[in-house]
């Protein structure tokens, strides 16, 4: 065998290992990058399915409300009827069961004794923080407006720097459950302790102060929890805490939301059947619309006579009636 053949051979074999080689780092790499490629996939369509369930629980609080005529906090007549389905300490002591009557509480004397005052609005945000959450504090910042901000349980630091900006900005911030998962939230009554004390920690951890404040994932209303809405209640009333659902929704709760101009007369129509109104919007990253609506909403509704106020331990809470 001449050189020329020996060096054809040589070049033949360390091609064929080459190829060799590639073929082992393909299928090796190939079975991760597919794993984390369904891994991704199954989070997202994971996330819309929450949002997709947060959305029909509210569009069956809003059918109903609207089908029975219940007013829940903040009527066209200065009252607010409370429905929690179980007994709640106002902040004299007094108990106060389902049905009962109470007057709504002042927050704020600001504009009252004008003529052309509608009343107040409490604009709040859940699910964050998120892309669209600094964005929102900028607008808000803008108007002087103060809001309130339901978050979930984020451990980076980027979200850790915007619980704190929540605060530092002057807003209320409150607890949304840690894992927003609704299947592990609501599986148990130590499920939801669990998820509580999470959430807890963490933010008193960061922002230095205990958090007061709860909305129940789907609202206290909803319907899939396995556990009793009355005991989760209790629980939240024995570590002192308050919670709140809505009364009025801009819509952008659906994966794909709809356009600014539709929310905006959304909230714009909403608010106008009560005297305080809590208005249920989103700052997920996927909401632009929410976030290009909201200096429409404010100067609109501010021009209209609305104040808008955040939530504080004096507000009235606007709570469901229990399914």
């Known amino acids: 065998m001449d050189r020329k053949d020996k060096e054809y051979r040589r070049k033949r074999v360390e091609r064929i290992k080459r190829i060799m080689v590639i073929t082992v780092i393909v299928l090796i790499l190939l079975p991760t990058v597919l794993c984390l490629i369904l891994f991704a996939r199954v989070h997202s369509l994971s996330n819309e399915l929450e949002q997709i ?17 219940r007013l829940l906090a903040g009527s066209s007549t200065g009252s607010a009827i409370v429905n929690i389905g179980g007994d ?17 509480t002042d927050t704020s004397d600001v504009g ?10 409490y604009l709040t945000f859940d699910d964050g923080p998120g892309a669209n959450t600094e964005k929102i504090l900028d607008i808000l910042d803008e108007y002087k407006v103060k809001a309130t901000f339901f978050v979930t349980g984020k451990e980076d630091d980027t ?34 302790k669990k998820d509580y004390n999470k959430i807890s920690a963490l933010l008193t951890e960061v922002t230095g102060e205990k958090p007061w404040l709860y909305r129940f994932p ?10 009793s809405m ?8 024995s570590e002192d805490v308050t919670y709140f659902d809505w009364n009025v929704m801009s819509g952008d709760a659906v994966p794909d939301p709809p356009s600014y101009k ?18 249920l919007m989103h700052d997920l990253p996927e909401k632009k619309s929410t976030v ?3 200096p429409y909403i404010i100067e609109k509704l501010s021009s209209e006579g609305y104040e808008f106020l955040p939530i504080t331990k004096s507000t009235t809470p606007v709570v469901h009636k229990l399914q």
């Open 53 to 69: 369930k947060e959305m029909k629980l509210e569009t069956l609080y809003a059918a109903e409300n609207s089908k029975e005529g």
């Open 230 to 237: 009355k005991k989760l209640i209790k629980f939240l009333k």
């Open 159 to 192: 979200s850790k720097a915007l619980y704190k900006e929540i605060v530092a900005r002057g807003h209320t911030i409150g607890m949304h459950s840690y894992s927003h998962k609704y299947d592990e939230i609501y599986k148990s009554e130590s499920a939801f």
């Open 292 to 294: 290009k609506a909201l």
């Open 112 to 121: 009252k004794d004008d003529k052309n005052y509608k009343g107040v609005i």
């Open 88 to 104: 709640y300490s106002d902040s004299s002591g007094s108990a106060v069961t389902d049905g009962d009557i109470r007057e709504g």
């Open 262 to 279: 539709k929310l905006a007369k959304n909230v714009e129509e909403g608010v106008t059947e009560f005297d305080e109104s809590v208005v």
């Open 218 to 227: 789907g609202g206290s209303s909803n319907t899939v929890s396995k556990v």
